[in-house]
């Protein structure tokens, strides 16, 4: 297989937002509770925030992190979650019971920790307009006000200050409590923002649009919504989940042209609406089998009565999980100049990078790497590619590029170069050419399948045999020119390569 690339560092898609690598705590499973928060762990502080857990939090570079749902948030009472009082309630939407030990202050208190914006999500689903303002009020106004003074007895003397909110989850979706019609959220949504922006002028606002693109509704929810809410909200969600179907492999490692596909659909629409100006916010996004969930745990987890923290979508994930991942960030990247957030989905324990054991370790999955690298390395500008060379056909996604590629440069002249080799058993020869620089080789970082492995290989409490591993020394190089690089890319990978400006003599 052979792919060439090309790239203009003039020729610029948009700056790459920070936000776009934003990530997800819901109270479901052992997100929070023996995830994020475990009083009594031996690495937890007095506020049992785990310790071991904030370390691989901060490794891994989220950037926003979304609270407190998910669906969980749309039969949630925030008032449970601050105070001396918390009451246990049950938890619709997961089944369980909550304990509510964890909540505003508590999250507000681990975000600082974890030096990570907040995103606040409001309940749109069994709640309304006045439950949305309070909230607000309590967490961002400064004090003199029944709400604001609560919160300062509470202990925060200071506002938590947040900005980014989102009006409600995944209203389309017949599974969520108080799920509505377009036009039934739509009214609602307008009317709870007009309220959110008097009480704090301040705030960014995210309307919720659709939860996956095979939704019925798909398009002409986004339609109804941003029609009523057009001037009050500035981005619009876009959830999307991806999984290997029946062993379609070539499908899977086709993903990030999934995505494409939805976030410009869903910006045509936007646009068609005359709404330019709104955001996507890709709020939700991750690999997760479904089938798993819908089929084994969801039907165990009712059968098993309501428990605190039951284990729930603890997807364990496998270096083709990873590769895919890889291939999603790619997309994001290729979309910045609509997308302007994303959270992978989720950070701990649920379909998560992180994993823990309760009272044990906490570890890297195998999808932890591209999301750390690219994290890391994404920085700048994205740059729009020219891309030339070998095809595959797939069943879900059409014809595709083998190599799936995205681009970034920083204004020192550092860069990166994202790469997805989407042929599952053969390798492919790539070239890339980078226009109006000169650079050098600053690092690579390949995940892909290691001798003894197979691409099913996952990685465990015990062990993680898988980690990105530099590109051997003859499969990569640079022209001495310092404008082509040349790679053979593994079958089924994911690679970065770390580029850095050429030092001229003075
Ligand atoms: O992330 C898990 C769940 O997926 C979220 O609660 C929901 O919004 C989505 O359907």
Redesign the pocket.
Known sequence: MRSQLEADVAAVIGPVPRRLFGS?V?H?GRAVHTGIHEPGHSTSDGRGFRGDVLDLVRELGPTVVRYP????VSAYRWEDGVGAERPVRLDP?WHSLESNRFGLHEFAAWAAAADVEMMYAVNLGTRGIQEAADVLEYCNHPGGTELSERRRANGADSPFGIRLWCLG??MD?PWQVGHKTADEYGRLAAETARLMRMIDPGVELVVAGS?NPEMPTFGAWERTVLEHTAGLVDHISL?A?YQEHDGDVGSYLASGAGLDAYIRATADIIDATGNKKVGISVD?WNVWDQRLWNEVEQPRLTAGGWRHHPEI?EDTYTITDAVVVGSLLNSLLRNVDRVTMANL??LVN??APIRTEPGGPAWRQTTFHPFRLASTFAKGRSLRLGVAGDTLDTERHGRVEVVDAAVTIEETGHGAVFLTNRAATSATELSLRVRGIRLELGGTWTMAVQHGQTRHTVNSAETQPVRPVPLRDVAVTLDPEGTVITATLPPLSWTALRLTPVVRDA
């Open positions: 997800f819901e479901m749902g998910g669906n969980f939407a989850n995944e979706g939860s959830h989940y939700e979508i989905a989720q649920v379909i």
